[in-house]
């Protein structure tokens, strides 16, 4: 098979072994050439990988970007310029109904899906326990108003993590022996995800505030002539040292300001795809398999007090 157009949008495709290529549903009878599935090594002949700019380069210093120096995660634009793809690599050949089936009948939807939870799970978690060490260093989270941002966050990632046991606890074994965790919890987290991690950012951002944005660098505290006033000045609550202060705040404003955390946080609004397509596809699967038999209940032998009404 002959492959050539282009593929968005690739993360780590520069360091990675094998590419899998596969669309969501949707085709229609005249989308034939577009319906394939393959998966074939990055070096394939013909695979070109069109990388963004590097928003790190290789030098900065861990104390001053404890997260942004360590971990970049490339994003690419995959083009195929007549790539053959052996046969033994195809999975899908020009095929509209099957490449429709190809969610609902092999778990290409659920079980990226739970992987896609399990990380999402980890970074609110992450995000939450930033936006509490920075709350906690100022003392400032003693301020009603915070705690009720950080129970906002904390209790979204508390509902990300009950919906990832629910579409564990509610599988179902395939006739393959394989377990599938559940559609609609997954789902579910992947229409609220898009939302609660950006507003962790956000709280991260507001409890933060200023003293995000006036960090020294590790170098200011290695100066003799600055390690006085940096150790009077950027103290935190008590008991906390200038050094602890600006080390918690850096590896904030890494995750809620530089480069690297605005990356981060649109790749959890668009991974998955649209997130505004995504949820209108979920709504309509969900009014095809919900009876909404509850509001028929209520309205059951419901008149008129005036019967003649009705036959008016
Ligand atoms: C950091 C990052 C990493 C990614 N990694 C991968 C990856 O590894 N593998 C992979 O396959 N994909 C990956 N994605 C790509 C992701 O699948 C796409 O970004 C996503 O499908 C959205 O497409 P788009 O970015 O072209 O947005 P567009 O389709 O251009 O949409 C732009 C805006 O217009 C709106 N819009 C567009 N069309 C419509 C419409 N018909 N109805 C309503 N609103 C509409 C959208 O809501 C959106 O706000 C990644 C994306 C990002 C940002």
């Not at 609660?196 to 950012?201: H, K, S």
């Not at 008991?239 to 705040?249: A, C, K, M």
């Not at 605005?262 to 959890?268: M, P």
Request: aromatic share 10%.
């Amino acid at each position: 098979m002959v492959v050539r157009g282009a593929k968005m949008l690739a993360t780590l495709a520069p360091v990675t072994d094998e590419v899998i290529i596969y669309s969501f549903p949707g085709f229609a009878p005249g989308d034939e050439k577009y319906a394939l599935a393959f998966a074939i090594p990055i070096e394939t002949p013909g695979l070109r990988i069109i990388c963004r700019e590097p928003m790190q380069d290789g030098k900065r210093s861990f104390f001053d970007h404890p997260l942004a120096s360590r971990f970049e995660e490339m994003d690419a634009l995959l083009v195929f310029d007549d790539v053959v793809v052996p046969w033994d690599r195809v999975f899908l050949y020009n095929n509209v109904e099957a490449a429709n089936k190809l969610y609902p009948m092999t778990g290409a939807g659920q079980q990226p899906a739970h992987q896609s939870g399990v990380r999402g799970l980890v970074k609110l978690e992450f995000a939450t326990q930033v936006a509490m060490k920075v709350a906690d260093t100022i003392g400032v989270d003693a301020y009603l108003n915070v705690q009720e941002q950080l129970a906002e966050i904390a209790q979204s990632l508390e509902s990300i993590r009950a919906l990832l046991k629910v579409a564990e606890y509610e599988h179902t074994m395939t006739e393959h022996g394989e377990a599938m965790p559940a559609y609609v919890p997954l789902e579910t987290i992947r229409g609220l995800l898009p939302k609660m991690y950006p507003r962790a950012i956000e709280v991260i951002q507001i409890v933060g505030a200023g003293g995000l944005l006036m960090s020294p660098t590790g170098a200011d505290f290695e100066s003799d002539e600055l390690r006085g006033s940096i150790d009077n000045y950027y103290v935190g609550r008590e008991g906390i040292s200038s050094l602890e202060r600006v080390s918690i705040f850096k590896l904030a404003w890494d995750l809620c300001g530089e480069a690297f955390g605005q990356r981060l946080l649109q790749y959890e609004r668009y991974y998955t795809g649209d997130p505004i397509r995504k949820r209108g596809i979920f709504y309509n699967n969900y009014k095809r398999q919900t009876p909404l038999t509850m509001v028929d209940e209520a309205l059951k032998g419901a008149q008129l007090d005036n019967k003649e009404a009705l036959t008016n």
